[in-house]
């Protein structure tokens, strides 16, 4: 069963680098997949950071695009967000998950997608002050 | 302003019916399919639906389907437990980014 997990800094100074990792536990992230990067603000809805594959290739939400680098670490099966320039705008709880798969009926091939997910992490508050 | 619209609130009792509604455009919901996600108060959103297809481990009350540009999540049968925030979600190949609704909040009576 994969489970995920994030991790860092709670607390972060205006303007610098957010810096978060999510351990992934039951499953090779070098294998398949997209592993992605989800937030939500106090009392808001959530907002889509980013996605990452099993072989590095990339989607980022376009207005986060110029701050955002979400990258891979497959020799400790845990993928990495990093958020430059943060303000306090950036503050919220931040979650990864796992994209979601769909299987064709017909022939079984797996089509894996970066802009679902079916596995949540639990969630890491991040504030920014 | 959300790129998907969902009811703010949606309410029922024990046992009923309910369908929660995420409407977009041909951009998004009338192209790709639609994920709902739950989150209980204070706790991680849950994948309960993409498209028509259940997540395993998600009870069968549960389901999903869209008509035009508007995608539903119907859940028969209601119990105490689903009680949550639900969040419809998808792709947009013009903005090029993952959309999401504002959220419906339901409430078990």
């Known amino acids: 069963q994969v489970q995920l997990q994030e991790s860092g800094p709670g607390l972060v100074k205006p303007s610098e680098t957010l810096s978060l990792t999510c351990v992934v536990s039951?499953?090779?992230?070098?294998?398949?997949?997209?592993w992605g990067w989800i937030r939500q603000p106090p009392g808001k809805g959530l907002e889509w950071i980013g996605s990452?594959?099993?072989?590095?290739?990339?989607y980022y939400n376009p207005s986060l695009k110029s701050q955002v680098t979400i990258s891979l670490d497959t020799s400790k099966n845990q993928f990495s967000l990093s958020l430059r320039s943060v303000t306090a705008a950036d503050t919220a709880v931040y979650y990864c998950?796992?994209?979601?798969?769909?299987?064709?009926?017909?022939?079984?091939?797996?089509?894996?997608?970066?802009?679902?997910?079916?596995?949540w992490g639990k969630g890491t508050t991040v504030t920014v002050s | 302003q959300s790129a998907l619209t969902q009811e703010v609130s949606v309410s029922g009792t024990v046992g009923q019916k309910v369908t929660l509604s995420c409407t977009g455009n041909s951009n998004n919901t009338g192209s790709y399919g639609v994920a709902w996600y739950q989150q209980m108060s204070h706790g991680p959103p849950k994948t309960v639906m993409y498209g028509d297809s259940l997540p395993s481990g998600i009870p069968d009350r549960f389901s999903g389907s869209r008509s035009g540009t508007t995608a539903s999540l119907t859940i028969s049968g209601l119990q105490p437990e689903d009680e949550a925030d639900y969040y419809c979600?998808?792709?947009?190949?013009?903005?090029?980014?993952?959309?999401f609704g504002g959220g419906t909040k339901l409430t078990v009576l």
């Open positions: 979600s998808t792709w947009d190949y013009s903005l090029s980014d993952v959309v």
């Open positions: 990452i594959n099993h072989s590095g290739s990339t």
């Open positions: 998950a796992r994209g979601g798969v769909y299987y064709d009926i017909l022939t079984g091939y797996p089509y894996y997608y970066h802009y679902y997910m079916d596995v």
């Open positions: 039951g499953y090779s992230i070098s294998s398949a997949y997209y």
